[in-house]
């Protein structure tokens, strides 16, 4: 399944500055039934958005108008916990693009790679002047850069460097799964494969 090709996001970005927002936060198990990658958005972190009667909880980030935008940044240990790839399909399905923090959980990160969302990993500073920033004005815009391996605060023009497997890269900004990749090098496979003796 192709995804979305990702080379340079602008956008303003909702704060969520909880640390150890664990899979089980992002989608909770009683929704992980179906096997297509579709509408886990409307249930991305349901327990914090929704009350009981289903209802939106008004002081929950994603029910405040204030905040938009196709970057989520998160608190330290974000995508802790199980190893459900829902989570980062929750997170696509919603909307988002980019997900922010000082700190991931490895196999949540590469979940994230594996499916069209850019995980940045941004010092602890950098991280707090990024709340603050949004704090002040929520029209707040970063820029990710993907070929410049680059995320800079707009307003302040501050930026910082973060890693990337060349891998990973690669298929982001060409928007191809792993088996994407694979058909884009069918012809190289197939020459290959006539020079092997059977």
């Known amino acids: ?31 992980l039934k179906a096997t297509e990658r579709k509408g886990f958005g409307d249930n991305l972190f349901r327990d914090w958005r929704y009350n009981n009667d289903d209802t939106p909880k008004p002081d929950f980030v994603l ?3 204030t905040y938009s935008g196709k970057i989520l940044v998160g608190g330290k240990n974000f ?4 190893s459900r790839e829902h989570a980062a399909w929750a997170i696509y399905d919603y909307g ?12 949540f990160k590469n979940n994230c790679l594996n499916i069209g969302i850019l995980p940045v990993t941004v010092s602890p500073e950098f991280a ?29 023009g501050e ?8 891998y990973k890269k690669h298929n982001l900004t060409n928007g191809y799964d792993d088996i994407d990749y694979l058909l884009s090098m069918k012809s190289e496979i197939e020459t290959f494969a006539e020079t092997r003796p059977f």
């Open 159 to 166: 930026s910082e460097s973060f890693a990337i497997n060349g």
């Open 96 to 107: 988002f693009r980019c997900v922010v923090s000082s700190f991931f959980a490895d196999i």
């Open 128 to 156: 707090d002047k990024i709340f603050a920033a949004i704090e002040a004005d929520p029209k707040t815009e970063l820029e990710v850069n993907l070929p410049e391996q680059t995320i800079t605060l707009l307003s302040t």
């Open 79 to 82: 995508g802790s916990g199980s």
């Open 1 to 31: 399944m192709a995804y979305d090709k990702f080379t340079i996001l602008r956008s303003t970005a909702v704060p969520m500055p909880i640390e150890n927002v664990d899979t089980d936060q992002i989608i909770p198990a009683r929704f």
């Open 63 to 65: 029910n405040n108008p």
